[in-house]
């Protein structure tokens, strides 16, 4: 082999290799705004979050892709901020987030690398969104309940698909959302395929601002497409194997509802863990359990066969319904055991 070539053929692939690397940094390459680039502080809100950027909306309606100022720790949907308008866009940015506006509440929910992840702000109604497929679970409902209840956002349950139940199971359904009626949630039978119900789901949402949440595979991008045909949201297929829906949304985006009202959707979430919470305030997620809380005859009650224990006493005379009680006692244990297994894999590191 000639040596010359060889090595000529080396130098080639190494400038390659350099190649790559400079176009890699230059478009990781962060620029930073000089304030003599920059405009008057105007005020918007954020409608979508990117990895590394945020869209806002002025008052007219105008949207502006921001980079966000590193003193800020997090910025999320439905955010009102303060923000800086560039002389030109730059690397498609055309301005700058420099502050934050306090918030009325925040939907938050754990994550195991980043610890304590707030999905989005400033919201009015939570809408928890489940269905007959994969199929309906009360034990997932009230785990959004627990995380409404937390963060003091009232709740609308849904329950999707409802045109694939027979009279007899849709009766059977009826009567187990009837649990969360009792206790004052408010529920909606409907169907983003027949349309049912969805004028009275129109009636909710114009109210203020809703987050969608629920498993994936539920329909909320289905519901989003009958809300907001021109949004054309993917919709996934229930997977045959697992039953569990396929993750069609990749980034929380707020929308304007022609009815009136705003609607935040939210990256698919499989599984809403309790674990960064503690064990009272999951008690106090289940708001039936209040007016007897406290009465126990012990202070460190744990509301199991403990003597004298009011919540169970009121399960037995029918004023809590049984199906919550034994959630409540395996939203507990789920908690812990989480827990314990975080702490496990922390020490492995």
Excluded at 145 to 172: W, Y
């Amino acid at each position: 082999m000639d040596i010359t070539l060889s090595k000529r053929r080396l130098t080639q692939n190494q400038q390659r290799r350099i190649q790559s690397n400079h176009h890699k940094k230059i478009s990781k390459k962060e620029f930073e705004w000089q304030d003599e680039m920059l405009g008057d502080v105007q005020q918007g809100i954020v409608v979508t979050r990117h990895a590394k950027h945020a869209d806002v909306e002025t008052d007219t309606g105008e949207i502006f892709r921001c980079n966000l100022r590193r003193t800020l720790k997090n910025v999320v949907v439905g955010d009102l901020v303060s923000w800086r308008l560039g002389s030109e866009q730059l690397q498609g940015i055309s301005g700058v987030i420099e502050a934050v506006h306090p918030r009325k509440n925040e939907l938050s929910r754990p994550d195991y690398y980043d610890g304590i992840k707030v999905m989005a702000a400033n919201i009015d109604q939570i809408i928890i969104v489940s269905a007959v497929l994969p199929q309906l679970s009360l034990n997932i409902i009230d785990r959004y309940l627990v995380i409404c209840e937390t963060a003091k956002i009232p709740a609308l349950i849904v329950l999707n698909k409802i045109d694939l139940l027979s009279q007899a199971e849709r009766k059977a359904v009826e009567q187990q959302l009837a649990i969360y009626e009792k206790i004052g949630y408010n529920t909606l039978c409907l169907s983003a395929d027949s349309g049912e119900n969805m004028a009275e789901l129109d009636r909710y949402l114009s109210q203020g601002t809703s987050i969608f949440v629920g498993q994936s595979g539920v329909g909320k991008s289905s519901l989003i497409n009958q809300l907001l045909p021109e949004v054309n949201a993917l919709t996934g297929l229930v997977s045959d194997v697992s039953g569990l829906g396929q993750h069609t949304t990749t980034a929380s985006r707020l929308y304007h509802l022609p009815q009136g009202g705003n609607l935040i959707d939210s990256p698919g979430i499989r599984e809403f863990g309790l674990w960064h919470l503690e064990p009272e305030q999951i008690t106090n997620g289940y708001r039936e359990f209040q007016k007897v809380i406290g009465t126990c005859k012990f202070r460190d009650c744990k509301h199991k066969t403990d003597p004298g224990c009011a919540v169970r006493e009121a399960v037995e005379n029918g004023e809590i319904d049984p199906v919550r009680f034994e959630n409540y006692h395996r939203l507990i244990e789920s908690r812990d055991e989480t827990k314990s297994q975080r702490h496990f894999r922390k020490e492995e590191m």
